[in-house]
Every structure is written in C-alpha cells, then in structure tokens.
C-alpha cells in the first residue's frame, strides 16, 4: 500500500541555519504530495503542495520539489526562526483508487535563538 | 471565512458521560472528517463525510457516533468513552473527497476521559 517515510526527529537547529526534512514515498499512481505544520496546541494547516511530478510548491519560505524519479518530497527552508519550531508532516494524497491520504510520522523542529 | 471551527477546545469527560464535539466551516466545502491523533503521532482518519452522507467508517468503536446534520456542520457524539480514547479530535474539511486537494483542518478539541 502507500506510505510515506519520514526523517526521524526532533531535528534541533539555531536561528537562520538551513533546513532540510527529507520525505520519500511509495504510492500507486502519481498522487499530489503535502507538508502540513502543527504549532504547538493547534491543528495541522497545509503549508505547501504540489500536484505533478517536478511541481515546487512554496510558502513561508519553505519549498519543496516533487521528484518522481527519486520518489521523494524534501522540505527545506533557507534561514529557519525560533517560530518555526513545530512538528511538520508530509502526506501522500489519494491515490490507485482510495481518497484518504496517508501522512508520515511527522518531524518535529526545534529553533534554538 | 477560510476556517474550520471546533468546540469545544478542551473537554473532560468520565466514562459514563455522553458529550459532543462540534465541527463547522462555511468554505462551501462538501467533504467533512475526523481524525484522531495520539500526542507524537500523525492523525489517524476516523469518518469522512461527503456531501452530508457517510463514505467512510475506519472500523472505530460505536461508543464514538459521527452526525452531519447540514453542509456546514459536523458532530461526534461520545458516550461510555474509554481513558484510552483520551486524544486531540480534529476536524477537517476539503472541496470535494478526491485527491489533489489539501484539508483545512481545525484547532482540535483537546479530550479527556477519566
């Protein structure tokens, strides 16, 4: 079936240092691909996505590229904030036949100022 | 209105009670669900909801009972809940139930059984 592998975290950087959270997936079909952020308290808000193969989806400052030859959705940002800080997870849209996604574990990030 | 709106956000409950969550966006959105997620863990799909009627039931407990009275609005009843049923419920809705299009998801009610 689909699943979606995410680093394991907590992943724990200083203001303005880069970030990566790598996201690989396995899925039937070419399903869009999602990283949503939960702040601490609150519920998931959908940060980007992208739709199609090579799409990059951006916000924030955060991007992320669709590869399909390498099955893979890395969220990275250039110069992370202590506001940042947050658990974030990739998802793998509907896909073969089902509409429920299926969401990694989540990464937590932690911004040290 | 971009939201979804949950209520209550905090709710403890012993384990004879019978109490309801509520769920309520005015996006014009025809696709409803609920989740549960466990601290450290990613949602787990619990109904989906679309277009007012039930599409999808994840084999969860009948002490748990989801209603949709209108295209807007949401419920989880609860009764004779469990301590392990302690969780963040989380409410979320999108366009239509087909890929390719993000959840808007809600703030949680953060829930107690005792």
């Known amino acids: 079936g689909d699943s979606v592998t995410q680093m394991e975290g907590p992943v724990t950087l200083s203001e303005e240092a880069f970030l990566t959270i790598n996201c690989t997936y396995t899925?039937?079909?070419?399903?869009?691909l999602f990283w949503y952020v939960q702040y601490p308290g609150e519920g998931l808000q959908l940060l980007l996505k992208a739709t199609k193969a090579d799409d990059k989806g951006s916000n924030k400052g955060f991007e992320a590229t669709y590869r399909k030859e390498t099955t893979s959705f890395h969220l990275e940002k250039g110069s992370v904030q202590v506001s940042d800080s947050a658990v974030y997870f990739c998802a793998l849209g509907a896909s073969g036949g089902s509409y429920i996604p299926t969401f990694g574990r989540g990464t937590s990030l932690i911004v040290h100022p | 209105d971009t939201e979804v709106t949950q209520t209550p956000k905090h709710l403890v409950m012993g384990m004879t009670n019978k109490k309801s969550l509520k769920c309520e966006q005015h996006m014009g959105h025809r696709a409803m669900y609920w989740y549960k997620q466990k601290a450290k863990k990613p949602p787990e799909l619990m109904f989906v909801y679309s277009y007012e009627k039930l599409s999808i039931n994840e084999s969860v407990p009948s002490r748990f009972s989801p209603e949709c009275p209108n295209s807007s609005l949401l419920n989880l009843h609860l009764h004779a809940l469990q301590p392990e049923d302690s969780a963040l419920y989380l409410c979320?809705?999108?366009?239509?139930?087909?890929?390719?299009?993000?959840?808007?998801f809600g703030s949680g009610t953060r829930l107690t059984v005792v």
């Open positions: 899925a039937t079909g070419y399903p869009s």
């Open positions: 979320a809705s999108s366009q239509v139930y087909r890929e390719g299009y993000g959840y808007t």
